[in-house]
């Protein structure tokens, strides 16, 4: 494989999958195959969400030395895969420095670890409480020199809350934003994600692409819908909702900003089939990731008759149910 970028041109592949909380090997593979897959569509950089290497959220996996210590060996695997001249990689990862324990990304070519970031906005409400496990980062992060393209890449809430990252960051010299997420889904939080990237376009005068989790975690579902925002403030491009896919973006440079040549625009699903299949993916993932192998449905208001208890239907309830 051979490098193809320059400084006028960009390919992104950007990764909604679905990995797999503290399956560490697993989402190890995952990321070599998406790899492999953007390779061959000739993507210059792949972009992964937020904390991908140890699934997200972590919770208080994090608080063990030996998974933290596995997640850095299989970031440092994928840092020498990239050995091969093929794309590079924005991976998300758990980092354990001497300012703390972080919530990080780094990024990966030429076979070696070329910088690291780490989240200063930690989330702490509702279904959030990463200041419990996590260390804000130390400063307001720089960009990143990718192949000749300077890239800011704030995590996930460093674009939500007041601190201005993504000012800072064009300010600092940013061409690009990358921001690789874990936000869940709720009714319409689609809309409310491009307002909240709109909003970061207008201040730093950057596009910005938004790469989001998909799946199933516990109580959480993770809608993918990854999109990207123009600078112009005009939508670049939308990934599917609820469907693991991989799609290479590309950036050329024009004048003063770089604009997204060729993108997805995949539909939306309307509020009751968008709530439909979050419950179907969240259902799916918390039997399949947790292994079960039989699932017995109850269903309440059946008749106490001994008819109806013996019924066939009700006999074939205690078999598996696939999800």
């Known amino acids: 494989m051979i490098k193809n970028a320059s400084p006028d041109i960009l390919r992104i592949a950007v990764a909604q999958l679905n990995p797999v909380v503290g399956d560490v090997a697993g989402n190890l593979a995952m990321a070599r195959a998406a790899r ?12 992964f969400t937020e904390l991908f290497i140890a699934g997200y959220p972590p919770e208080d996996l994090v608080m063990k030395p030996a998974f933290v210590a596995a997640c850095e060996k299989a970031v440092a695997d994928l840092a020498a895969d990239t050995a091969d001249g093929g794309p590079g990689m924005v991976m998300g990862t758990p980092l354990r420095r001497d300012s703390g324990l972080h919530n990080s990304i780094v990024l ?5 670890i070329i910088a690291e970031r780490h989240k200063l906005d930690l989330p702490n409400y509702g279904e959030f409480d990463e200041k419990r496990v996590f260390q ?8 990143v020199n990718f192949r000749g393209v300077r890239l800011g890449i704030p995590i996930c809430e460093d674009i939500w809350g007041t601190l201005s990252i993504c000012e800072t960051l064009a300010e600092s010299g940013a061409e690009l934003l990358l921001v690789p997420n874990g ?3 709720y009714r319409g939080k689609v809309d409310v994600r491009q307002q ?10 950057l596009p910005l692409i938004y790469a989001n989790q998909l799946g199933g975690q516990d109580e959480l579902v993770f809608d993918g819908a990854s999109f990207a925002i123009q600078a112009d403030r005009t939508l670049a491009f939308q990934m599917s909702q609820f469907e693991e896919t991989l799609a290479v973006t590309i950036w050329k440079r024009e004048a003063e900003h770089w604009v997204c040549a060729s993108g997805p625009m995949s539909k ?21 990731k947790n292994g079960f192998k039989n699932v017995v449905l109850g269903l309440s208001g059946a008749s106490t008759r001994p008819s109806v208890r013996r019924s066939p239907w009700m006999r074939s309830a205690r ?3 696939a999800a």
Do not use: F, H, T
């Open 36 to 47: 492999a897959d953007a390779a061959r569509q000739g993507a210059d950089l792949v972009l």
């Open 108 to 112: 990966l070519d030429d076979g070696r």
């Open 136 to 143: 804000a980062g130390p400063s307001v992060p720089g960009p």
């Open 183 to 185: 936000s869940p889904y």
């Open 196 to 205: 909240v990237a709109i909003l970061q376009v207008i201040e730093s005068g």
């Open 268 to 288: 939306i699903p309307e509020k009751e089939e968008a709530d439909y299949r979050a419950c179907m993916l969240g259902l799916r993932d918390y039997v399949n």
């Open 319 to 321: 078999n598996a149910c």
